[in-house]
């Protein structure tokens, strides 16, 4: 299975600030992969796929970049409905796989 | 709306089963991949299972393979996992999830169920 790696696991940011969160494939990927975002007690939604694309709904401040193994999600000016976990998740390899998460808090 | 509602999560006794539904509606469901993802308390998300629009491609986690049965009913626009055989490590929140074909992302959500695995 292709493992996923997220860093950091945690950070602590300000409502404006410019926040980027990175994942990490075992392998190449490609373009195959999504973020999503979860806040406690509720279900993920997603943010981007195939890397760079925004989902339709998903606010403009969320982009996405990347390809192979390496990827990032950059939320260009935190709100607060922010404050959640974010997971990265590949769709190139069978099993689909996500990463570990990332939790972003109020600083 | 479009949405997806899972019903059927509880406490369970190891070695139990039980019978999760999804209900979708708003959305053309017979014509959709639909998907089982959990989440253990405090960790991250796993893919369960998969199946494709007419139910004749099915895929499954390792981790449930042999013990889980997913299915649908296209005329009730309704997705099911049967579990049988069940472990303290299947306690989690159950999600059922849309993907576009071929794609195993998740464009779609239910709110979840939670199944708990105890004695």
């Known amino acids: 299975d292709i493992q996923l790696t997220q860093s950091p696991s945690f950070l602590s940011a300000s409502v404006g600030d410019r926040v980027t969160v990175t994942c990490r494939a075992s392998?190449?990927?490609?373009?195959?992969l999504a973020w999503y975002q979860q806040n406690p007690g509720k279900a993920p939604k997603v943010l981007i796929f195939l890397a760079s694309t925004l989902q339709s709904g998903a606010p403009s401040r969320f982009s996405g970049s990347g390809s192979g193994t390496e990827f990032t999600l950059t939320i260009s000016s935190l709100q607060p409905e922010d404050f959640a976990t974010y997971y990265c998740?590949?769709?190139?390899?069978?099993?689909?796989?996500f990463g570990p998460g990332t939790k972003v808090d109020i600083k | 709306e479009v949405q997806l509602v899972e019903s059927g999560g509880g406490l369970f006794q190891p070695g139990g089963s039980l019978r999760l539904s999804c209900a979708a509606s708003?959305?053309?469901?017979?014509?959709?991949?639909m998907h089982w993802v959990r989440q253990a308390p405090g960790k991250g998300l796993v893919w369960v299972s998969r199946i494709n629009e007419d139910g004749r491609t099915i895929k499954y986690a390792d981790s449930v393979k042999g013990r889980f049965t997913i299915s649908r009913d296209n005329a009730r626009n309704t997705l099911s996992l049967q579990m049988n055989s069940l472990r303290a490590e299947d306690t989690a929140v159950y999600y059922c999830a849309r993907s576009p074909k071929t794609r195993y992302y998740f464009d779609l959500w239910g709110q979840g169920t939670l199944v708990t695995v105890s004695s």
């Open positions: 998740q590949q769709f190139n390899t069978y099993p689909p796989t």
């Open positions: 392998q190449d990927i490609g373009d195959a």
């Open positions: 708003g959305f053309s469901f017979s014509n959709s991949w």
